[in-house]
């Protein structure tokens, strides 16, 4: 069980990762279709759970910088 959800995130991981490659490769061949990202902000944190964070309604105030985003 613990393999599949492992597996089904990395598929999401990749097709959030090829779509924004199309988008800003402007694989559709137009230019009319280019779409300039000016920024991303990426967190990955593997050792934290989500109900230990303050932005997600933890009552001590951990998460400082990232409540800040």
Known sequence: ??????????????LVLG????????????????????????ISIDTCRADHLSCYGYRHPVTPNIDAL
């Open 1 to 14: 069980m613990k393999t599949r959800s492992w597996v089904k995130m990395k598929l999401c991981v990749l």
């Open 19 to 42: 779509a924004t490659g199309m988008l800003m490769d402007g694989c559709s061949g137009g230019e009319k279709y280019r779409v300039e990202i000016k920024n991303v902000v990426l």
